[in-house]
């Protein structure tokens, strides 16, 4: 089993839609917990991180469930803009991090 | 600030050759990372450190070899290129080992 799967997509929304994403995590341990975004050719940015009471940042909601072992984003009002592969990414230690492969999204006029 | 930069951007290697991919941060940042990322997957850990004079393995070290001798700067060589080293590379830098800010990349191909 992978240490992070997310469903690599790719979820196409139109303009204006919600979307949701979810990853599972393996390892119970995991300490924190991000969601990276990364556009076509270049590199991976953080988009926001995951707390235990879940956090909001305008229209991106990132939940953690630590019982069931997996974190959600939720983007509201999706924007063409948001098109891009969005990754999940658990910390193990206290200096490394696991990432997920992605999920895609491709928002639509 | 730069952030955290690579050079060179793009790079052809003939298999059988050597090379050294750059990394520098500003940031003062204690941990550095590089990683691949072969077309359609994720990041892959080739080295870490976490700080000056430490260095460990990652996931795939195998053909790559690291120093760091100062702060900023944290090279990754590739001895002996192979294609199966076709990838980009991507240098990141954490303050505490947590969020990490990652530089643009250098785009490897070994023919």
């Known amino acids: 089993r992978k240490e992070v799967e997310q469903d690599p997509g790719p979820f196409n929304v139109p303009e204006g839609a919600t979307v949701a994403f979810n990853c599972t995590y393996s390892?119970?341990?995991?300490?924190?917990f991000f969601w990276y975004r990364q556009d076509c050719r270049k590199e991976p940015k953080l988009l926001m991180s995951?707390?235990?009471s879940g956090n909001e940042d305008g229209r991106f909601t990132a939940q953690l469930n630590r019982a069931s072992q997996y974190i959600s984003l939720l983007i509201r009002d999706s924007k063409l803009s948001d098109s891009a592969t969005y990754l999940c990414?658990?910390?193990?230690?206290?200096?490394?991090?696991?990432f997920g492969s992605g999920t895609r999204l491709l928002v639509r006029p | 600030n730069a952030g955290v930069t690579q050079t060179p951007k793009f790079r052809i290697l003939k298999i059988g050759q050597s090379m050294t991919l750059q990394c520098t941060q500003d940031?003062?940042?204690?941990?550095m990372y590089w990683y691949r990322q072969d077309p359609g997957m994720g990041l892959k850990l080739i080295y870490y450190?976490?700080?000056?004079?430490?260095?460990d393995k990652g996931e795939v070290p195998n053909g790559y070899n690291v120093s760091r001798s100062t702060t900023e700067d944290f090279p990754l060589r590739l001895e002996l290129a192979a294609p199966s080293q076709t990838s980009v590379y991507f240098c990141?830098?954490?303050?505490?080992?947590?969020?990490?800010?990652f530089g643009p990349g250098t785009r490897l191909t070994v023919l």
């Open positions: 990141a830098s954490s303050y505490q080992g947590n969020e990490q800010f």
């Open positions: 390892n119970s341990a995991s300490q924190s």
């Open positions: 995951v707390y235990s």
């Open positions: 990414v658990v910390n193990y230690s206290s200096y490394k991090l696991i």
């Open positions: 940031m003062n940042h204690n941990y």
């Open positions: 450190s976490v700080g000056a004079g430490i260095t």
